[in-house]
Nanobody, 120 residues
Framework: QVQLVESGGGLVQAGGSLRLSCAAS??????????LGWYRQAPGKQRELVAD???????NYAASVLGRFTISRDNVKRAVYLQMNSLKPEDTAVYYC????????????WGQGTQVTVSA
């Protein structure tokens, strides 16, 4: 019902910045009534929430990125963004855009992922 396509990953030095974008398409009703977010998975680790944002703009962040990353959402463009500043090597991971229903604890729609690599 919903398709998510990420872009903007790449290689950056520690202390640098990257901006990830995710374009959503599909069922408009589903997009309006759900939470868009960014998750990441590093090699050998479980996938974890980075940040998510409700339709009205309420944002939630993982403690490890608070103050460095900013999530935003453009409901007209059906897009969600993740501005990542002061990047650290431990931020290296595949970053996924995802959509979840407000009553669910885990997303049920995922993008294909984009690699972010931070060199020391």
């Amino acid at each position: 019902q919903v398709q998510l396509v990420e872009s903007g990953g790449g290689l950056v030095q520690a202390g640098g910045s990257l901006r990830l974008s995710c374009a959503a398409s599909g069922n408009i009703f589903v997009l309006v009534n759900n939470v868009l977010g960014w998750y990441r998975q590093a090699p050998g680790k479980q996938r974890e929430l980075v940040a998510d944002v409700t339709f009205s703009g309420g944002a939630n962040y993982a403690a490890s990125v608070l103050g460095r990353f900013t999530i935003s959402r453009d409901n007209v463009k059906r897009a969600v963004y993740l501005q990542m500043n002061s990047l650290k090597p431990e931020d290296t991971a595949v970053y996924y855009c995802a959509l979840r229903r407000p009553a669910s604890s885990w997303p049920d729609s995922w993008g294909q992922g984009t690699q972010v690599t931070v060199s020391a």
